[in-house]
């Protein structure tokens, strides 16, 4: 059986244990942080209605000392409703917009996740600790990934095959 044949140059022929490793773009490894992250925050909140007496305060009108009523929900959908949509945003944003709202929005991100821990009891606090490690940890994953965004540099074969209408800049502009 053959197999396959990689496009390196005959100078460099590839191992059989060697992998072949492609660059992913910046804004596919953003949106499936953002989907993690995403399946973390749900999950979160789903496994607390595991907690004894949770269900029970739901169902009295009260999530974590909140009152549960029509602002209530609207914070938490919003709260909700921005990690989604940045799943889209950064799969389709320009880059230049794309970095900007990666930054601002990981970085809000970081304190509303800490706070699902504020006045929990320490019987959960693996489950709070592993759970807001794991979303900090993906946050400081988008926001490595955004501020380290590739630069593209200026040469007439990047001009002639540019696809992206952000402007080009000089390394030292960068």
């Known amino acids: 059986m053959r197999t396959p044949q990689s496009h390196t140059p005959l100078e460099n022929p590839p191992s059989q244990s060697t992998l072949e490793d492609l660059r992913m773009?910046?804004?596919?490894?953003?949106?499936?942080?953002?989907?993690?992250f995403m399946f973390l925050y749900i999950y979160v909140d789903y496994l607390a209605l595991y907690k004894p007496g949770f269900v029970d305060d739901i169902l009295a009108g009260i999530v974590h000392e909140f009152d549960i009523g029509p602002t209530f929900v609207a914070i938490a959908l919003t709260l909700m409703a921005i990690p989604i949509l940045m799943i889209l945003l950064s799969a389709t944003l320009p880059a230049r917009v794309n970095r900007t709202i990666n930054l601002v929005v990981?970085?809000?991100?970081?304190?509303?996740?800490?706070?699902?821990?504020?006045?929990?009891?320490?019987?959960?606090?693996?489950?709070?600790?592993?759970?807001?490690?794991?979303?900090?940890?993906?946050?400081?994953f988008i926001l490595r990934s955004a501020w380290t965004w590739p630069r593209r540099i200026a040469s007439p074969a990047t001009l002639a095959a540019s696809l992206d209408s952000e402007p080009l800049r000089r390394p030292q502009q960068a």
């Open 25 to 36: 773009p910046v804004q596919a490894k953003l949106a499936a942080a953002w989907t993690s």
């Open 106 to 140: 990981a970085t809000l991100y970081i304190p509303v996740s800490m706070f699902n821990a504020v006045g929990e009891s320490w019987t959960y606090f693996y489950f709070y600790g592993l759970s807001i490690g794991l979303e900090v940890l993906l946050l400081a």
